[in-house]
């Protein structure tokens, strides 16, 4: 797998051995945990490293996923492919409608509020219980002495606006919180 040629998106991570047939376990970062084997092929990165991988077959046992993939036949071949993450070209992801966001598109963006206050970049997004929270890194010269922010994701709420070709998210946050 080339890096260079495409961005390449982390889709989940392979876990720990499933019995001795080389099924493994697989934690997916898809919003519908299922999703994750709507991608094809794989590329799996472990230290660095990165190979093809096709899935075989997969299936849900308890609550979480197992796969067999294709040439991984035992426990030991298995064993080699834990902690690897799971990934694919980032074009390989479906376009969103005009208001709706990838997480990774967001990250980096300057977030300023409707009084014109620059608060910052977003440096990660997290998901609550209630609504996806962003975590703005606040600017070192800070009015306020903040080091970071958090902004609910909440769009027509907190969120005015989010201008891709600008990198920048307009919100109704107040500047000292």
Not at 30 to 45: E, G, L, R, S
């Amino acid at each position: 797998m080339s890096t260079t040629t495409s961005e390449t998106v982390i889709l989940g991570q392979i876990g720990a051995v499933y019995g001795v047939k080389g099924w493994l376990k697989v934690q997916s970062y898809t919003d519908d945990a299922d999703a994750i084997f709507n991608y094809q092929p794989w590329h799996v990165v472990r230290q660095g490293k990165a190979q093809t991988a096709q899935v075989e077959e997969w299936r849900r046992h308890n609550k979480s996923l197992i796969v067999k993939l294709v040439g991984v036949d035992d426990r030991d071949q298995a064993q080699l492919m834990t902690g690897a993450d799971i990934v694919i070209a980032a074009d390989q992801l479906p376009e969103l409608p005009a208001d709706e966001f990838y997480w990774r598109d967001l990250i980096g963006m300057t977030v300023v509020n409707t009084e014109g206050y620059d608060m910052g970049v977003v440096d990660q997004l997290m998901a609550t219980a209630s609504n996806d929270v962003m975590v703005v890194k606040a600017n070192s010269n800070d009015a306020f002495g903040r080091s970071e922010r958090l902004v609910p994701f909440i769009q027509s709420l907190y969120v005015v606006a989010v201008d891709r070709a600008a990198k920048r998210i307009t919100v109704d946050w107040p500047s000292d919180f």
